[in-house]
């Protein structure tokens, strides 16, 4: 299995610029999740979706962030108008069930830099 | 709300040798999982080791072991035998339906 598929890689973008993140978990995952690590701030979980319907977005910063996941194999995190402020490494990570004590498994992650 | 704390930012250890990390959490929960994952420099997230905290017995994996103690909420990585591969950056982090990470330890390792 190819693990956790993120892209890009690498985005940096001017500030009101609209971007878009995108993710492919594992097949046979039910559960995905978004994260954003900052220095400041460390790993804090955006959303998450069980069975391609999000279950808590309490952690999404604010409504120019919004994520949505059309099926099991994809999900996108959108960022609409960009801020420097959101610059941060997005990870993407996928498990099995989304029980408690399921692994979760991580992709790469897409450094976000917005001038 | 749960908290995680990782009171070292910074370790280092000579390879051969053991070290522990440190990881102390808050909860009102009864029941719960604590794992440590590890981000090497490549930034990818991967899980060293796993417990249950309705296990008393501390879970091992090869050179990965934990000191869990549940009323003192106290859940260390020990890393024995220490390699120059296990540079990197651990993250303890509290997991109910979703994780809740430290802000982890840098660890180093010296030849």
């Known amino acids: 299995d190819a693990g956790v598929i993120q892209s890009p890689r690498h985005e940096v973008t001017e500030m009101g610029q609209e971007v878009t993140l995108r993710c492919k978990p594992i097949?046979?995952?039910?559960?995905l999740f978004w994260y954003r690590q900052t220095m400041m701030r460390g790993l804090e979980l955006l959303i998450y979706?069980?069975?391609?319907?999000?279950?808590?977005d309490s952690g999404m910063p604010e409504d120019r962030f919004s994520a949505k996941m059309p099926n099991a194999s994809f999900s996108t995190l959108k960022i609409q108008p960009s801020e420097p402020r959101d610059s941060a490494v997005y990870f993407c990570?996928?498990?099995?069930?989304?029980?408690?004590?399921?692994?979760?498994?991580f992709g790469p992650g897409t450094r976000l830099t917005v001038l | 709300a749960q908290t995680v704390t990782q009171s070292q930012p910074e370790m280092s250890v000579q390879e051969a040798e053991t070290v522990t990390l440190s990881c102390t959490y808050d909860t009102s929960e009864s029941d719960y999982y604590l794992f440590w994952y590890k981000q090497p420099p490549s930034r990818q997230m991967i899980l060293v080791i796993r417990q249950e905290a309705y296990k008393q017995q501390n879970a091992t994996e090869n050179r990965f072991s934990v000191n869990f103690q549940k009323a003192a909420k106290s859940f260390s990585l020990k890393i024995s035998d220490s390699q120059l591969g296990d540079a990197a950056m651990y993250f303890c982090a509290f997991g109910t339906d979703k994780l809740i990470f430290g802000t982890g330890t840098r660890l180093q390792v010296f030849p």
């Open positions: 979706f069980n069975n391609n319907v999000p279950i808590d």
């Open positions: 097949s046979g995952h039910n559960s």
């Open positions: 990570a996928s498990s099995f069930l989304g029980a408690a004590g399921d692994e979760q498994f």
